[in-house]
């Protein structure tokens, strides 16, 4: 018995959808593997990760066709139970993993299926612990209580505590900061190092599948688009973008400067350094001149009742025309800072001014048809029962006359790709489009100011280009978008500014080239993007710092010349 | 692990004697005082319950000025309390203080609605508002002293189905995650430009149906997400464990407890009775 | 899922019944709220998946009685049955009737009309008969003529109420929905009130309180269920549907 899993022409179609989430996906899993799915959102990465476990179709209504069959058992026949016992699953969001009050009881229950006495119990419990890097302080803990990065730890603990001969991941880092991300791929690294299980890693981010995957299989639409070893996928750059997946930077790059299939970071520096170390004379056009101030904050303090002082002395000005990213660490201040500028918190100390005026001095409605704010998760912010009334909803607050309401509402479908979904309940919307609903319903308000609280976290590559671009032009309409985002790489291409919050306080504001190569990075916790650290590493002059694999071809290219 | 009540509002049984004690023992003993209840009649029985369920609390490391978070209930029930006697009724004794309010002259005899406040009527009111303070100490002394894990333990000792024993802890974990979400989809109205203090109360009502919306709507995609992560486990609703892990024995000091709460259920019954 | 679904529907209904009786407290009744929020999440709810509802119902307000209300571990185990069968009677109702669950509004004016004619129809009902037991009975004229009058003006009211909710939409559906209405307030009324102030172990409020409790608890769940409830089972039936949550019989 050579594959762990495999799965043959399934074709797999969700109660109530008229579309087919897998259509006659073909793939196979070789024992002890690391297997990268990879996937634009919808692509039916996750739908393959219950059907490997058997949960489709067993446990979800829908209709099935084909063969799976996971460690010689046929998830057709074998029960989940069975199943279960053999193979173990980690789901992206650690919230909804947890059901227990401890740590400890999380792990035990897991480990309840395979009725093993009490001390192996214990004893599991407390090994797979310190595989993840958590020690014995933590089984006390709530899981509520942990960092994102501590939460998917123990989440994977659960999973690995059962010593599962098929271990699939799916999107174990999608919905953590950098710093937790790191702390995932650390456990991750350490489970490849010592266990000997065959892994199905479900990933958006390149660079992890370049660690650790050994094959990687790329869906689209529910088919197996490509599917080989990474340095050969990678290398076709434009069918993976057509598949809504990027590859790493340096396989851009590679495949820009005709270097041959590379996937990682290393091999990149050894073929460039002889051409191109030490490049000094380059310099990137940069947008200096904004427009007037719409909103500024001034000395401003935020205390939450618990006494947690989020904001200590913040000052920040946003102009039109500017896209600003808010980064930094989590509870840094960032959503409190943006609640702050968008009049939902009220400072304990210091001012805000929106359009020069007070905050204090405008009523709600008007506020907030001045600055909108768009939630993280749009779940907390549609109301209504079809995708129409969700952004009319603002409108009929405000008593605008029904013709100005569809015509705003028209415009506002229109621009984030939602037309012929108007009589569609939100609820069965994807999440991509439930974001962009979110973005409509607040655009259709005409702020001045746009607030989007972090919109890229577990969206593919794609969505989020998209996405940007579409910020990007509110911009050019001569408004200003302020978004709290971890995506170091992405905001690097589209904002004009980023500012860097920590503990409370501004440590960096300045353009993205100007912050990624000041100390700021390491104080704030940011990722470079890959292309950065490729010409850092090569010794490129601290003035020459492409943010793009188009202007690090672009230098490369001077350079030879 | 913090309890209910301190989960809640704070309050925390603080004797580690006491909370070191077995859920059945720490249930029994405000279950004991509740069957009390109704034999404390009178103002001195109702009293000498007050005492009893005062000292629990105290024996428990419950501040008494817990209570403290109870005086809108209090005050309310008892002025209520007393105005039933009064106002809804009429008890004999001792005439101290009375008013007609309203006199009408009806088809079969003539209609007074008076106040009238007699001797009696004030000693059926403080048995009842003497009664309210042990039911309110009774429920501290539950919830500030039992957390979710006791029960949660508790189900699976007795070898409660897993669907019982998950249930239950979930119903905690929701609260939690429900309350924040509460909050946060009233924000996000307030986004949008709804603006809570200033709505007329009818319409702020109305609001609320919209808010409910997206709660429920939660509530079944997080339903959705951690049935699959519960079925990804093998854990099926109707089986139960197996490894004896939840090892949750009753020593000495827990069926002295035990005792003690039947026996004071038996003193007032015999009392009161 | 149903299990899941089950815990966190209580989770809701427990943290909207400590809001409500926060917010809109009754005087004296602890617990009873005058617009009991909570019972918009699982009236609905056993109407949707049957007697998990009525358990979220019921589990919530226990736990209600013990915080904030200071009832004692007795006390709300009895009393909390009052959200049990508020839960039951329009889960009973809909499936006595075999209504479809259509919540398609055909006619939005009537949809919006319907709870303000059923729910003041109802309430005119109750008092008249509540004067006419409490005085009407003993003292004959006045109270007689104005039971009567009460009685005519909510019977009025409550009959444009059931044309209206015909007219709304599937007749079947919105029937049940007036019916579930009325049902569900006077029954779990009746339990709650009864339980509050005349048998429990023992009761926490002397009986003399029942008629201003009970009303006070009738005219608040009747408003919380012709207005949220009735709007959530328009929003979110067809999410019930379609992810396999909704229950035709009891349990499954």
């Known amino acids: 018995m050579s594959k762990a899993a495999v799965v043959e022409n399934v074709w797999w179609k969700y109660e109530g959808r008229s579309d087919y989430a897998l259509r006659g996906l073909s793939l196979e899993v070789e024992r002890g593997e690391v297997l990268a799915v990879m996937g634009h959102s919808g692509a039916g990465k996750t739908t393959l990760a219950l059907t490997l476990t058997g949960i489709i179709p067993q446990r979800v209504p829908g209709a099935f066709k084909g063969r799976v069959e996971v460690l010689g058992m046929s998830t057709l026949k074998a029960d989940v139970t069975e199943i279960a016992k053999r193979a173990a699953i980690v789901f992206e969001d650690p919230e909804i993993q947890f059901v227990m009050s401890t740590v400890e009881d999380e792990i035990a229950l897991a480990l309840e299926p395979l009725r093993i006495g009490r001390e192996e119990m214990r004893e599991r419990i407390v090994w797979s612990l310190e595989l993840v890097g958590l020690d014995k302080s933590f089984l006390d803990r709530s899981p509520l209580q942990l960092s994102g990065g501590e939460k998917q730890r123990v989440a994977i603990a659960a999973a690995v505590a059962r010593e599962p001969e098929l271990l699939i991941l799916d999107e174990p880092t999608s919905d953590l900061d950098p710093a937790g991300k790191e702390e995932v791929v650390a456990a991750i690294r350490r489970l490849r190092d010592e266990l000997d299980t065959t892994v199905v890693l479900i990933e958006h981010e390149p660079e992890y599948v370049a660690e650790f995957a050994d094959r990687v299989a790329v869906l689209k639409e529910g088919r197996a688009a490509l599917d080989g070893e990474p340095g050969e996928v990678f290398s076709k750059v434009d069918e993976l973008k057509g598949c809504g997946v990027y590859p790493p930077e340096v396989s851009e790059i590679s495949a820009n400067l005709g270097l041959g299939p590379l996937y990682r970071f290393d091999q990149a520096f050894e073929l460039l ?137 028209s415009r506002a479908l229109e621009l984030f790709e939602l037309k012929g979904l108007e009589g569609e309940h939100p609820f069965f919307l994807s999440k991509g489009e439930k974001r962009r609903l979110a973005l409509a319903s607040v655009y259709a308000l005409d702020p001045k100011v746009l607030i989007v609280d972090e919109p890229t976290t577990g969206q593919d590559m794609r ?39 920590k503990d409370g306080k501004i440590i960096a504001s300045g353009s993205p080239r100007r912050v990624l190569t000041s100390p700021a990075v390491e104080e704030g916790k940011l990722t470079k993007p890959q292309v950065l650290r490729l010409a850092q590493a090569l010794g490129f002059d601290t003035n020459v710092a492409p943010l793009s694999v188009e202007e690090f071809v672009k230098v490369v290219e001077v350079a030879r010349a | 692990m913090p309890t209910i009540l301190g989960e809640l509002a704070g309050i925390e049984a603080k004797s580690k004697r006491y909370m070191g004690l077995h859920v059945l023992a720490k249930i029994v003993i405000p279950l004991s005082i509740s069957l009390s209840l109704p034999f404390a009649k009178e103002p001195p029985q109702a009293l000498a319950l007050v005492a009893v369920s005062a000292a629990a609390c105290v024996a428990a490391g419950i501040p008494l000025s817990a209570v403290k978070k109870y005086v809108a209930v209090i005050v309310s029930m008892s002025a209520f309390i007393v105005l039933a006697f009064s106002l809804f009724t009429y008890i004999p004794g001792r005439v101290l203080y009375e008013a007609t309010l309203w006199k009408v002259q009806a088809e079969k005899g003539v209609f007074e609605w008076k106040i009238a406040v007699t001797d009696a009527s004030l000693s059926y009111s403080a048995a009842f508002i003497f009664r309210i303070f042990a039911m309110i100490l009774s429920a501290t002394l539950l919830l500030a002293s039992v957390t979710d894990r006791d029960l949660v333990w508790g189900f699976f000792s007795l070898r409660m189905p897993f669907g019982v024993c998950v249930a239950a802890s979930l119903f905690f974990r929701g609260i939690h995650l429900f309350v924040s979400d509460f909050y946060t989809i009233r924000e996000a109205m307030s986004a949008r430009g709804v603006d809570f203090e200033r709505t007329p109360l009818a319409k702020r009502f109305m609001l609320y149906a919209n808010a409910l919306t997206p709660l429920l709507s939660l509530m079944i995609t997080r339903s959705y997400e951690v049935s699959m992560a519960l079925e990804s486990r093998g854990i099926a609703p109707g089986s139960r464990s197996a490894s004896g892990y939840h090892l949750y024995r009753m020593r000495r000091s827990d069926y002295a407890a035990v005792a003690a709460g039947i026996a004071l259920t038996l003193a007032f019954v015999a009392w009161g009775g | 899922m149903h299990i899941v679904t089950f815990a966190f529907a209580t989770a809701i209904s427990y943290v909207l019944a400590v809001v409500s009786s926060l917010i809109f407290p009754v005087l004296g009744a602890p617990g009873v709220s005058a617009l009991y929020v909570a019972a918009a999440i699982y009236v609905p709810l056993g109407i949707w998946m049957g007697l998990w509802g009525c358990m979220a119902g019921y589990i919530s307000c226990f736990f209600l009685g013990l915080y904030p209300s200071g009832y004692s571990l007795v006390q709300s185990f009895v009393w909390s049955w009052a959200d049990f069968i508020e839960a039951f009677v329009p889960a009973l109702i809909y499936r006595a009737l075999k209504a479809d669950l259509d919540f398609t509004v055909k006619r939005p004016r009537a949809a919006k009309l319907l709870p303000l004619f059923v729910s003041s129809g109802s309430i005119f009902l109750l008092l008249g008969i509540a004067i006419q037991v409490l005085w009407g009975a003993t003292y004959g004229e006045p109270f007689t003529t104005i039971y009567a009058a009460m009685v005519y003006i909510g019977t009025a009211l409550a009959a444009v109420g059931i044309i209206l909710g015909l007219l709304a939409g599937n007749a079947r559906t919105w029937m049940a929905q007036i019916l579930s209405i009325i049902g569900a307030g006077l029954c779990s009324g009746l339990w709650g009130a009864g339980t509050l102030t005349i048998f429990n172990f023992p009761p926490p409020l002397p009986a003399e309180l029942f008629w201003p409790v009970f009303i006070g608890w009738v005219l608040g769940d009747f408003i919380v269920l012709s207005v949220i409830s009735t709007a959530l089972l328009v929003a979110l039936t067809p999410v019930f549907k379609r992810t396999g949550l909704l229950v035709r019989g009891w349990w499954a």
């Open chain 1, 463 to 501: 969505f989020n280009e998209i996405l940007f671009t579409a910020l990007k032009k509110l911009t050019d309409e001569g408004r200003a978008v302020v978004v709290i985002t971890h995506s170091i790489p992405l905001a690097a291409r589209y904002a004009d500014r980023f500012v860097v919050v």
């Open chain 1, 273 to 409: 350094k002889a051409s191109v170390k030490g490049f000094r004379n380059h310099s990137f056009e940069e947008r200096n001149s904004f427009g007037s101030t719409l909103v500024e904050c001034r000395d401003v303090h935020f205390t939450y009742p618990n006494g947690v002082r989020a904001l200590k002395g913040v000052s920040l000005v946003i102009l039109s025309g500017e896209l600003v990213a808010l980064v930094g660490p989590n509870g840094g201040g960032k959503t409190t800072l943006a609640k702050v500028m968008g009049g939902l918190l009220k400072p304990s100390a210091g001012e805000v001014r929106v359009l020069g005026r007070r905050v204090e001095e405008y009523d709600r409605l008007t506020l907030s048809s001045l600055v909108g704010y768009v939630y993280q998760n749009p779940d907390h912010q549609i109301f209504n029962k079809s995708v129409y009334e969700e952004v009319a909803f603002g409108l009929r607050l405000r008593r605008l006359p029904e013709k100005e309401v569809r015509e705003r509402v």
